[in-house]
């Protein structure tokens, strides 16, 4: 069981856990089907991963600022994301871009062994101290993630939660084969969803979704941080 933070109260815990209910609902009205992955979500505080004059609003469907300049994802692309990477229990997946942490929870209660890589200090260490907290085994680096994790490479599947300029083949090279990688491509403006599946060591199959916006990937396959 996901442990709740002992600074909330339980009429709170009551609120949260109904106001988890509703946002399950809307996101299986949205389309979402994988009931796993909503049975996570309805489990897991998302409260405990926004900053603290926002938590009133931690289920509503939208992104939040958190700290440093970054959000935490809407909930809905959240669920959009994970569901595209069909994870399995004792899959190994690597997340670029920790930020709040909340993706990489949502992945380790589905059963994955969890890498997350980040490259904001601040945003790693909070990260960390709540996986502490709620007893979460997650493999956390410091680091560009636009680069991936080639020491713990292949990957079953690979989630970016930053938008790039462009596919990265260095990520693509640390998948499986049969393995996925999700990844918001485009302008900084709005990007597409892609979804690469790797056949071979040669050959892969890429598939485009919906319409996002995320913050930029920052780094050495991903945007200047400059610009």
């Given at each position: 069981?996901?442990?709740?933070?002992?600074?909330?109260?339980?009429?709170?815990?009551?609120?949260?856990?109904?106001?988890?209910?509703?946002?399950?609902?809307?996101?299986?009205?949205?389309?979402?089907?994988?009931?796993?992955?909503?049975?996570?979500?309805?489990?897991?505080?998302r409260?405990?991963?926004?900053?603290?004059?926002?938590?009133?609003?931690?289920?509503?469907?939208?992104?939040?600022p958190?700290?440093c300049?970054?959000?935490?994802?809407?909930?809905?692309?959240?669920?959009?994301?994970?569901?595209?990477?069909?994870?399995?229990?004792?899959?190994?997946?690597?997340?670029?871009?920790?930020?709040?942490?909340?993706?990489?929870?949502?992945?380790?209660?589905?059963?994955?062994?969890?890498?997350?890589?980040?490259?904001?200090?601040?945003?790693?260490?909070?990260?960390?101290?709540?996986?502490?907290?709620?007893?979460?085994?997650?493999?956390?680096?410091?680091?560009?993630?636009?680069?991936?994790?080639?020491?713990?490479?292949?990957?079953?599947?690979?989630?970016?939660?930053?938008?790039?300029?462009?596919?990265?083949?260095?990520?693509?090279?640390?998948?499986?084969?049969?393995?996925?990688?999700?990844?918001?491509?485009?302008?900084?403006?709005?990007?597409?969803?892609?979804?690469?599946?790797?056949?071979?060591?040669?050959?892969?199959?890429?598939i485009?979704?919906?319409?996002?916006?995320?913050?930029?990937?920052?780094?050495?396959?991903?945007w200047?941080?400059?610009?």
């Open positions: 069981m996901v442990k709740l933070n002992q600074g909330i109260t339980f009429k709170e815990q009551n609120l949260f856990r109904e106001k988890r209910q509703l946002l399950v609902k809307s996101l299986r009205n949205k389309g979402i089907t994988d009931e796993e992955l909503l049975a996570v979500m309805e489990e897991l505080p409260e405990l991963f926004v900053d603290p004059p926002f938590i009133n609003r931690a289920y509503d469907d939208t992104a939040l958190i700290k300049m970054q959000t935490i994802s809407q909930p809905y692309t959240v669920a959009y994301m994970t569901e595209l990477l069909c994870v399995k229990p004792s899959h190994k997946v690597l997340e670029i871009g920790t930020g709040s942490g909340y993706q990489a929870a949502i992945l380790y209660l589905l059963g994955a062994k969890v890498y997350t890589i980040e490259r904001i200090p601040e945003l790693l260490n909070n990260a960390k101290d709540i996986f502490e907290q709620m007893g979460f085994k997650i493999n956390c680096f410091l680091g560009d993630g636009s680069i991936g994790l080639s020491k713990f490479a292949p990957f079953d599947s690979i989630i970016v939660t930053a938008a790039a300029p462009s596919i990265p083949n260095r990520l693509i090279e640390q998948l499986k084969i049969g393995g996925r990688l999700v990844i918001p491509i485009g302008s900084k403006s709005y990007q597409t969803m892609n979804l690469i599946i790797k056949h071979t060591d040669n050959n892969y199959q890429l485009e979704k919906d319409t996002f916006k995320f913050v930029p990937l920052i780094g050495d396959n991903g200047n941080a400059e610009n």
